[in-house]
């Protein structure tokens, strides 16, 4: 499509500039839509990509620069006048209530308030037409809470349709997909973009970038930074446009196995609500090894997570830690077998927001280090974390600030000095780069490269592929709580994973190999 | 008089759907609170000043409805005062609701006070008669049980049924359901959270405040100051064990009312000799915390209660 | 509108919102004032007569500050904690019967070992009150403000009927009344010759105590992670239900020492008035204090003195008492908007 100029422009951002106290998100951002055209709006994390979206949608108000959708000026601080004007947004972290049927979350907000009655004939018979012609198949009686991932973002795209959206916004849609269905989702949006609509995709991952945009706008540090027709630019191009500079991520070389240190054997744990627990499995990590687990969230990963963190026990199968059998196995058993932990999510799971940084380093050793017989001592949990923020280069003002204030990446480098600091045997890290920027994704994965040095061995769960694929010396997948046969560096292609992700492979009676 | 001839007389049912009344309505009023996503701890000093305001009303020369109105518009006011610290602010809604508690009751106490600072008992109203619906109460059991109530009674029985329609059968009643769910779902479709939990809020506690009038206006005809006694708390159990739906925890209001009016009558039988009238009394409190731990492993729970919502708050 | 958290408040956002508060819940007081026809100046000038007058009205006031520092401490433990006891009115009430059933000589205690005896009955009375609900919250989830609510209500009838049979004064004249407690079983006075009891020693060494146990031990620091994020405490390995359940025998504990103070040291026997609702006017004093245990004693004298104050004032200006409750209602839910100011911007868009 390379008629893009020619069609009429549906959204026009001119010189949008947004300041959150002393930090500008956006400074000066200015670009145009056109009709049956898709944008990717490409950025590193922090650089202004969902402020952005939030001003469009009036959730913001900006503090200079106005939104033109349709020719018309968006009034500042209307949140519903974008949704009004035919502004579909399909967010990150879905905007679903569980307990609400398919059709209820489509309506919501749909009809005024004061209308006297729903009318669920007519809403349902509508998204089974939108369902069959985009493709989007999903049963409107059903409650939200039993969908699965991939089909609830189904529901937010019908969301959006539902209301006539002529523009559709989606903050990195396939980050929950597998590639198969990162390819359906494709289809629909081409699907979608002939019968007129236009799209903004949010991303970070070039290849799809290159595959479903006709243009490219690159955010850095809250300004346009670039605007390439994607069929004149490269994926290299973009990562430096998108980085400013050239950076290297550590090349990582594949390691040979050393000694066996953790062995799952047919571990089964129970289902947690919608999430499947561990189904039989069978695991082996290995001294010296980073062992990649790719799938699709919610497939069980948060139950191998919370076994090996310590917070959930097998109901059947066993767990062998060195050769010995585990018993009483509690979080402190985990720490104090040498097990390092790096949770999901580092501001619920990780630290205590209002906790300083003191306290939030000895989280976890203050037990056995920072006291005796119940007594704190508190100047040696101070110099230890001094020693902390200085070994692991946290950017802090003190030891005596309280975590909220840090950024991201400075929280997680504090989360690994906690850890690494033990010298453990065993890694987890649980998404350890999500939402960081660059410069702290490569520092997390250099560290952890350098733990599996010298000699531990590292449990990478991620779902991002390209991550998996560029550390793992083994990689696993995990679909409904089952888990793939271990593969060696290089030899799967993103496909091939993509298809065992789907639950392709684990029928045909393929050995569990550890 | 045996356990069989209590549970078969007409006069003790209607004594039972007589004591679930205040309930019903008070607990409809927490029900939509919650629904939307807000705790209402008030709900006890909010029934004690819409029993009073209702009560002074009346006293003072305004007829019985307009009394029920006037304690309607406290119980909003009140609920005013709860929804703006707990929903734009976000404070914790055990707090707000207890302070809140205490206010409403210290407040209505003064006012009594100032008001009424003579006297040693307080004065009596014309309070609401039974109303017998033609025909219906002409039944046999249900005639004289359910239908041979005061209009306030009735009023309380047409209010679940309204507030189950709105609930379940209209926009409006989505919003709210999906608000006490996910306040982000809402706030994605362009509807004001804020405005949702604030208006459930304060349309609950006025209706709560309905609740403790009833006392005033309808089981008894005056004003004491320990008259609520603890059915606010117990109005919170009741939720809990309605599952959060108005038809059940209708259900379960007269089901507590009928082991209510049990009690009394048991009182005055060959048990009530033997067993202390205080273990009587209490039953009411154990079976609230009965019906809690029984419903505590139902998951049905709105996901949101009790968890503020600030937009753009990651 | 939109709460933005401020990275380093000035000092006067950390001064400016409180004493906005304190000045908002005297203008509450002077409106009700003016309503019940008093003059708000010469209001406020009597109760601070009433509760700092005189040495009589000082002692009164110190007095009835200690139940107060007692339920306001057993109050800010368990909410550091997130653990949400209302039901402190009931562990006090516990408290004070175990003390009367040990001090009026059912075990026929040696003297030296009676006040000791008492205070740890005391104690363990409060402490099982409250493990109850604590177990509830710990093993099924079922939220512990209702069920330490109806417990209160469920106390104080047990109390009624034990003052109506087993614990009833013979020579009580058909009053529901406790017999004295023996001699050596009520605590003397801290100096003699003043009216004022061990009981508010023993409170401020309690305030003490738990301001070490807070800053200073292990459990003071895994409650205080508990409370500000339970999910986090239980990843990094501390044992969550087993600190929710200590902080209940110690909020608990402290709740029933109340309980006998009272009756040790002021009242001598026990009676339904015992309690003019100490366990709940301690929500207030712990708010106030912003739970620091020091700060509970501060805000316990506060309110012990508007509560005199307004007592004495009241007769002489005829406002009724009931505006001390309103000021501290008021007090509370203003405070607690305040802090939040202190720490929170309010942005607009």
């Known amino acids: 499509m390379n008629n893009t100029t020619k069609a009429q422009v549906v959204l026009r951002l001119q010189g949008i500039t947004k300041r959150f106290g002393p930090v500008t998100a956006n400074e000066g951002v200015s670009f145009d839509l056109h009709r049956g055209e898709v944008i990717a709006l490409l950025g590193e994390n922090g650089a202004g990509k969902t402020t952005l979206m939030n001003i469009l949608f009036g959730q913001y108000t900006a503090d200079e620069g106005s939104v033109e959708l349709f020719g018309q000026t968006l009034p500042p601080g209307a949140p519903r006048a974008a949704l009004d004007a035919g502004v579909g947004m399909v967010h990150q972290h879905f905007t679903l209530a569980d307990n609400l049927t398919v059709w209820e979350n489509i309506v919501l907000g749909v009809d005024p308030l004061t209308a006297p009655r729903l009318k669920p004939a007519q809403a349902k018979a509508r998204i089974r037409a939108l369902s069959d012609q985009f493709h989007l198949k999903v049963d409107p009686n059903a409650k939200v809470g039993r969908l699965t991932v991939g089909e609830r973002q189904r529901v937010e795209i019908l969301k959006a349709l539902y209301r006539d959206a002529k523009i559709l916004i989606l903050d990195e849609p396939t980050a929950v997909l597998t590639p198969q269905e990162a390819e359906a989702l494709f289809a629909t949006l081409r699907e979608a973009i002939a019968t007129g609509l236009s799209v903004i995709f949010i991303s970070h991952k070039l290849h799809e970038v290159m595959a479903i945009s006709h243009r490219v706008v690159v955010l850095r540090h809250g300004k346009l930074a670039a605007e390439r027709a994607t069929n004149q630019t490269n994926r290299e191009d973009l990562a430096a446009l998108m980085v ?51 799938g699709v969230s919610g497939n069980g990963q948060a139950a191998l997570s919370d076994l090996l963190s310590g917070l959930i026990t097998p109901a059947s199968g066993e767990m062998q830690l060195n050769g010995t059998e585990v018993q009483r196995w509690t979080p402190r058993t985990a720490i104090a077998k040498g097990i390092a932990r790096i949770p999901e999510d580092r501001h619920k799971t990780g630290t205590i927001a209002d906790f300083d940084l003191t306290e939030n380093a000895i989280l976890e050793t203050y037990a056995s280090r920072f006291s005796r017989r119940g007594w704190m001592n508190w100047a040696k949990a101070r110099a230890f974390t001094k020693d902390l923020i200085n070994t692991y280069d946290v950017r802090c003002p003190g030891p005596d600030i309280r ?5 991201g990446g400075n929280m997680q480098k504090l989360i690994l000095g906690r850890v690494l600091e033990e010298a453990p045997q065993i890694i987890l890290a649980n998404q350890p780069v999500r939402g960081l920027d660059i410069g702290a994704v490569n520092y997390v994965h250099g560290a952890l490269a350098k733990a599996r040095d010298r000699g531990a061995a590292v449990l990478l769960i991620s779902e991002d592929l390209d991550e998996i694929m560029q550390l793992s010396d083994v990689i696993h997948v995990i679909s409904e709580g089952r888990l793939s046969p271990g593969f060696g560096r290089g030899t799967m292609r993103p496909e091939d994973l993509g298809a065992w992700m789907a639950g392709h492979g684990f029928d045909a009676g393929a050995p569990n190999a550890a | 008089m045996d ?12 004594a039972a759907i007589r004591i679930a009344s205040p309930l019903i309505f008070a607990t409809l009023g927490e029900l939509i609170c919650e629904r939307a996503g807000v705790l209402n701890l008030g709900i006890e000093g909010i029934m004690v000043a819409g029993a009073f305001a209702g009560w002074i009303a009346v006293w003072a020369g305004l007829p019985l409805w307009g009394g029920v109105a006037v304690a309607m518009l406290t119980g909003m006011m009140l609920g005013l005062v709860h929804s703006i610290l707990s929903v734009p602010f976000g404070l914790s809604q055990h707090v707000v609701g207890i302070g809140l508690t205490l206010l409403a009751t210290s407040l209505t106490f003064y006012t009594y006070r100032v008001v009424l600072p003579e006297v040693s008992s307080p004065p009596k109203i014309t309070a609401f008669q039974p109303y017998e619906i033609p025909l219906l109460s002409d039944l046999p059991l249900v005639g004289p049980a359910l239908f041979s109530q005061t209009p306030l009674t009735y009023a309380g029985f047409i209010l ?4 189950a329609l709105v609930l379940y059968r209209t926009p409006l009643g989505l919003a709210v359901r999906a608000a006490g769910e996910n306040p ?31 006392l005033t206006l309808s089981a008894f005809d005056s004003f004491f100051f320990d008259m609520v006694n603890g059915r606010g708390w117990i109005c919170i159990a009741l939720v809990v064990f309605g599952a959060w739906k108005p038809g059940k925890a209708v259900m379960g209001a007269i089901l507590f009312a009928a082991f209510d009016a049990l009690q009394i009558r048991l009182q005055q039988t060959g048990i009530g000799a033997v067993v202390p009238y205080q273990v009587f009394l209490m039953l009411p409190y154990f079976l609230s915390i009965l019906a809690l731990v029984v419903m505590s492993r139902r ?3 709105p996901a949101a209660l009790m968890v503020p919502f600030n937009k753009g708050e990651r | 509108m939109r709460l933005e958290p401020i990275a380093a408040p000035s000092p006067a956002r950390r ?27 010469a209001v406020f000038g009597l109760i601070v007569k009433g509760a700092f007058g005189s040495k009589f009205a000082l002692l009164e006031t110190l007095n009835s500050a200690t139940p107060l520092i007692f339920t306001g401490l057993a109050i800010a433990v368990a909410f550091r904690a997130k653990l949400w006891n209302i039901g402190a009115e009931a562990q006090l009430y516990a408290g004070a019967v175990l003390t009367v059933v040990l001090g009026t000589g059912a075990l026929g205690l040696p003297a030296y070992l009676m006040l000791p005896l008492c205070a740890i009955a005391a104690m363990f009375a409060g402490a099982t009150l409250l493990l109850g609900p604590a177990l509830l919250k710990t093993r099924l989830g079922v939220d512990e403000v209702v069920t330490t609510l109806l417990f209160n209500f469920i106390f104080l009838l047990f109390v009624s009927y034990l003052l109506e049979g087993p614990l009833k004064d013979p020579m009580g004249m058909g009053w529901p009344k406790s017999a004295r407690l023996l001699p050596e079983a009520r605590l003397p006075r801290l100096v003699e010759g003043l009216r ?20 200073r031990t292990t459990l003071g620091y895994e409650m205080r992670a508990v409370g500000q994020n339970a999910e986090a405490a239980g990843f990094a390995g501390i044992p969550v239900t087993k600190v929710i359940l200590k902080t209940a025998l110690l909020s608990g504990g402290l709740a029933g020492l109340a309980g006998f103070s009272e009756v040790s040291g002021l009242k001598g026997a026990l009676t339904l008035d015992l309690s003019p609702g100490f366990g709940y006017t301690g929500i207030v004093v712990a708010m106030l204090a912003l739970l620091h245990p020091l700060g509970v004693v501060v805000a316990a004298l506060f309110v012990a003195a508007i509560f005199v104050g307004a007592d004495s004032m009241s007769r002489a200006a005829g406002v009724p008492s009931y505006i001390a409750d309103i000021m501290l209602a008021s007090a509370l839910l203003f405070m607690v908007l305040a802090i939040l100011l202190t720490k929170f911007r309010v942005r607009r868009d």
């Not at chain 1, 070389?253 to 744990?269: F, I, K, N, Y």
């Open chain 1, 244 to 294: 400013g500079t050239e950076v290297s991520a550590p090349s990582i070389e594949t390691a040979a196995p050393g000694a066996p240190l953790l062995s799952l054997r047919r571990v089964t744990t129970p289902d947690q609500g919608a999430a499947p627990g561990l189904k039989s499995l069978n695991l082996e990590l290995a001294a010296g090894q980073i062992i990649g687990l790719a």
């Open chain 1, 403 to 407: 975590i909220r204030l840090l950024s």
């Open chain 2, 3 to 14: 356990l069989f001839d209590i549970l078969l007389s007409a006069s003790f049912w209607a």
């Open chain 2, 160 to 163: 679940a049924a309204l507030t």
């Open chain 2, 184 to 214: 982000a779902a809402v706030a994605a479709q362009g509807l004001s959270v804020t405005a949702i939990r604030m208006g459930a809020v304060i349309v609950g506690s006025g209706f709560m405040a309905v609740g403790g009038a009833f």
């Open chain 2, 299 to 301: 998951a049905e729970i």
């Open chain 3, 15 to 41: 001064i400016v919102p409180p004493l906005l508060a304190l000045l908002a819940t005297f203008a509450v007081a002077t409106l009700l004032a003016l309503i019940a026809g008093g003059y708000p100046f």
């Open chain 3, 196 to 215: 004022l009891h061990w009981g508010f020693g023993l409170a401020l060494i309690a305030a003490l105590l738990v301001w070490v146990i807070n800053t």
